[in-house]
C-alpha cells in the first residue's frame, strides 16, 4: 500500500528527492513518517508530518538539511534530502501511523512501504 521512490547513487553534498505513494486507503488524517537502515544496523528514526503538515519533527543529524512534506490529494508524503553525506546511505522506509501524534518509534507505525536505498559517495 506504499510504495517508496526516488533513491539512488549520489555524491556528497548532493540532493534527493523521495516519495512515497499511498494506494489503496487514505492517510491524509494520520502521522506520515521516514526511517532508514544501515548496513548491519538498526532502523532508526529520519522525519514524521502530522496530517496537514503543520508539525513536522527530525532527529537532528538531519535538521537542516532535509525537508518533510505530504500532498493529501495524491496520499504522498515527501522527503527532500539536501547537503547529503556518506553517513546518510542506507535504505529508507516510509511509514504511516494510525494516530495523530508525532512519534520516532518505528513499532507505533502501522504500515510499511518496501523501502528505497540512498547512497552517498564520498
Known amino acids: 500500500q506504499l510504495q517508496a521512490s526516488g533513491g539512488g547513487l549520489v555524491q556528497a553534498g548532493g540532493s534527493l528527492r523521495l516519495s512515497c505513494a499511498a494506494s489503496?486507503?487514505?492517510?491524509?488524517?494520520?502521522?506520515m513518517g521516514w526511517f532508514r537502515q544501515a548496513p548491519g544496523k538498526e532502523r532508526e528514526f529520519v522525519a514524521a508530518?502530522?496530517?496537514?503538515?503543520?508539525?513536522?519533527y527530525y532527529t537532528d543529524s538531519v535538521k537542516g538539511r532535509f525537508t518533510i512534506s505530504r500532498d493529501n490529494a495524491k496520499n504522498t508524503v515527501y522527503l527532500q534530502m539536501n547537503s547529503l553525506k556518506p553517513e546518510d546511505t542506507a535504505v529508507y522506509y516510509c511509514?504511516?501511523?494510525?494516530?495523530?501524534?508525532?512519534?520516532?518509534?518505528?513499532?507505533?507505525?502501522?504500515?510499511w512501504g518496501q523501502g528505497t536505498l540512498v547512497t552517498v559517495s564520498s
Open positions: 489503496g486507503r487514505t492517510f491524509s488524517r494520520y502521522v
Open positions: 511509514a504511516v501511523r494510525l494516530n495523530y501524534v508525532l512519534s520516532t518509534t518505528p513499532t507505533v507505525y502501522n504500515y
Open positions: 508530518i502530522n496530517w496537514s503538515g503543520g508539525s513536522t
